[in-house]
């Protein structure tokens, strides 16, 4: 499946969902359909036995939660980001992830938020040949991360997470991201 017949499916599901939204109860923080940026650093190795490369992650996401009575909130989420990844052969031109979301609302006003997810990323890459004659290709793996959130208001929150990417073949990555997300 190509990478564009994907971001419709995943935009799809979101938007489908979303309609459930406008019955949020506004006391329930994580509830409801989402937007938002995010950016942070990320360290790549493409290769077994490579070292790291560092560098700047930025991108944005879309979502949909449900916060139950209890406090659970589980969702689903997709990214769409750019790593600026790069070194001397292959560059990373985007990413895109799709996943689920499981975390925990705590604190006497509900405004705190614990979660976990797990994602599918695709990952589009540039190889820069021996010759300078480019091919692209993409890698796709499974990612797994963990994060705080706080509500500022009904509508705005703050994040900070971390997440591992792996591709398989000795190729993964560590990004720590902090992001700032509108409840539509």
């Given at each position: 499946?190509?990478?564009?017949?994907?971001?419709?499916?995943?935009?799809?599901?979101?938007?489908?969902?979303?309609?459930?939204?406008?019955?949020?109860?506004?006391?329930?923080?994580?509830?409801?359909?989402?937007?938002?940026?995010?950016?942070?650093?990320?360290?790549t190795k493409l290769t077994s036995?490579?070292?790291?490369?560092?560098?700047?992650?930025?991108?944005?996401?879309?979502?949909?939660?449900?916060?139950?009575?209890?406090?659970?909130?589980?969702?689903?989420?997709?990214?769409?980001?750019?790593?600026?990844?790069?070194?001397?052969?292959?560059?990373a031109d985007y990413e895109w992830?799709?996943?689920l979301i499981l975390g925990s609302?705590?604190?006497?006003?509900?405004?705190?938020?614990?979660?976990?997810?797990?994602?599918?990323?695709?990952?589009?890459?540039?190889?820069?040949?021996?010759?300078?004659?480019?091919?692209?290709?993409?890698?796709?793996?499974?990612?797994?991360?963990?994060?705080?959130?706080?509500?500022?208001?009904?509508?705005?929150?703050?994040?900070?997470?971390?997440?591992?990417?792996?591709?398989?073949?000795?190729?993964?990555?560590?990004?720590?991201?902090?992001?700032?997300?509108?409840?539509?």
């Open positions: 499946m190509n990478i564009a017949k994907s971001l419709i499916a995943a935009t799809a599901l979101v938007a489908i969902t979303a309609g459930a939204a406008l019955a949020a109860d506004d006391d329930k923080k994580f509830d409801g359909a989402y937007v938002g940026v995010e950016a942070g650093i990320d360290w036995g490579a070292s790291r490369d560092k560098s700047l992650y930025y991108g944005g996401v879309l979502g949909f939660r449900k916060q139950m009575d209890s406090g659970l909130v589980f969702g689903i989420e997709g990214s769409f980001g750019d790593t600026g990844y790069q070194n001397n052969s292959t560059n992830s799709t996943g609302a705590f604190g006497s006003d509900g405004a705190n938020l614990i979660y976990g997810k797990a994602a599918y990323v695709q990952t589009r890459f540039t190889d820069i040949g021996d010759l300078g004659t480019a091919s692209k290709f993409s890698d796709g793996g499974w990612r797994f991360g963990a994060g705080y959130e706080r509500a500022l208001s009904s509508k705005i929150s703050l994040r900070l997470g971390g997440d591992y990417t792996t591709y398989g073949h000795g190729a993964n990555g560590w990004a720590s991201k902090a992001g700032l997300l509108v409840k539509f």
